[in-house]
């Protein structure tokens, strides 16, 4: 069956790490345009991390230099490492496979969304 599984979220403290990760079945994830968005209670779901087939990475805005994407072909897996976690992060982590980027108002959107996984939660609270 075609799926995509997110793991690796947890209740953290602000300033630990956490390292997410979406494992796909029955596709293959670099043949396609590969997103983590983020969704809190009452917000938009906001695209804060894309990487395409080459391996580029892209970031939104308010997460350069926290957040880094990759992508291990051999796994077809792909990661999401985010540092320094603020109380702000806290969200449901959702990846995505799609195609037709786009980036508005600081963030990344698609034109088609082909497959969602189910999201993990992230929490970061004191």
């Known amino acids: 069956q075609v799926q995509l599984v997110e793991s690796g979220g947890g209740v953290v403290q602000p300033g630990e790490s956490l390292r997410l990760a979406c494992t796909a079945s029955?596709?293959?994830?670099?043949?396609?345009?590969i997103g983590w968005f983020r969704q809190a209670p009452g917000k938009e779901r906001e695209g804060v991390s894309v990487i395409v087939g080459s391996g580029t990475p892209y970031y939104a805005d308010s997460v350069i230099g926290r957040y880094t994407i990759t992508r291990d072909n051999g796994e077809n897996t792909v990661y999401l490492q985010i540092e320094n976690l603020k109380p702000e992060d806290t969200a449901v982590y959702f990846c995505?496979?799609?195609?037709?980027?786009?980036?508005?108002?600081?963030?990344?959107?698609?034109?088609?969304?082909?497959?969602w996984g189910q999201g993990t939660q992230v929490t970061v609270s004191s």
């Open positions: 029955g596709f293959t994830l670099s043949e396609y345009i």
């Open positions: 995505t496979a799609g195609q037709g980027l786009a980036k508005v108002n600081g963030y990344y959107y698609f034109d088609t969304y082909d497959y």
